[in-house]
T-cell receptor, first 114, second 113 residues
Framework: DAGVIQSPRHEVTEMGQEVTLRCKPI?????LFWYRQTMMRGLELLIY????????DSGMPEDRFSAKMPNASFSTLKIQPSEPRDSAVYFC????????????FGNGTRLTVT | AQSVTQPDIHITVSEGASLELRCNYS??????LFWYVQSPGQGLQLLLK??????LVQGIKGFEAEFKRSQSSFNLRKPSVHWSDAAEYFC???????????FGEGTQLTVNP
């Protein structure tokens, strides 16, 4: 199993630009989560999907953030326009829905907004 | 609302010494508890989990954790630490209704030679 795959690994962009982060979950997993990690706030859950449907997006910080899951094998997190305070590591994770299943994390995308 | 507290931000131990990382949780029902480890530049890797049954659970890399309901704790232990164990460790509690996890703030472990 290839695990959760995120791209790109690193992204450097200028303030005001659009940023798109990508995630391929583990095949067969029906939950997908987007987390953000910063020194100040630790790991924050931004949004999660079940069977491609957004369940809870209360963690999305602003309207500048949006996430989609067009099919079971692909999700995107978009920031438009980006701001320096969006600089963080963004993780995607996936799991099964049976009972309480451990999350499997990707290696993250380190975003730097200058 | 559920919450997790890891009282120790940073711990330093010598290689070969024993280790205990503390985790306290707040949750109204029976908790589902996890420990994850994060190496620099990597995602989080599951060390072990507790759902029910035996309160002492074994994980990968020689780690174990003990669930103590009376103390609302789920401390992680290892009898002899290796230099490769240097990393950040996260405790997490899961909801019974799904897979959503709440993470603690993490404990950074440094291992001295």
């Amino acid at each position: 199993d290839a695990g959760v795959i995120q791209s790109p690994r690193h992204e450097v962009t200028e303030m005001g630009q659009e940023v798109t982060l990508r995630c391929k979950p583990i095949s067969g997993h029906d939950y997908l989560f987007w987390y953000r990690q910063t020194m100040m706030r630790g790991l924050e859950l931004l949004i999660y999907f079940n069977n491609n449907v957004p369940i809870d997006d209360s963690g999305m910080p602003e309207d500048r953030f949006s996430a989609k899951m067009p099919n079971a094998s692909f999700s995107t997190l978009k920031i438009q326009p980006s701001e320096p305070r969006d600089s963080a590591v963004y993780f995607c994770a996936s799991s099964f829905s049976t009972g309480v299943s451990p999350l499997h994390f990707g290696n993250g995308t380190r975003l730097t907004v200058t | 609302a559920q919450s997790v507290t890891q009282p120790d931000i940073h711990i330093t131990v010598s290689e070969g010494a024993s280790l205990e990382l503390r985790c306290n949780y707040s949750y109204g029902a029976t908790p589902y508890l996890f420990w994850y480890v994060q190496s620099p530049g990597q995602g989080l890797q599951l060390l072990l989990k507790y759902f029910s049954g035996d309160t002492l659970v074994q994980g990968i890399k020689g780690f174990e954790a003990e669930f103590k309901r009376s103390q609302s704790s789920f401390n992680l232990r290892k009898p002899s630490v290796h230099w490769s164990d240097a990393a950040e460790y996260f405790c997490a509690v899961g909801e019974t209704s799904g897979s959503r996890l709440t993470f603690g703030e993490g404990t950074q472990l440094t291992v001295n030679p």
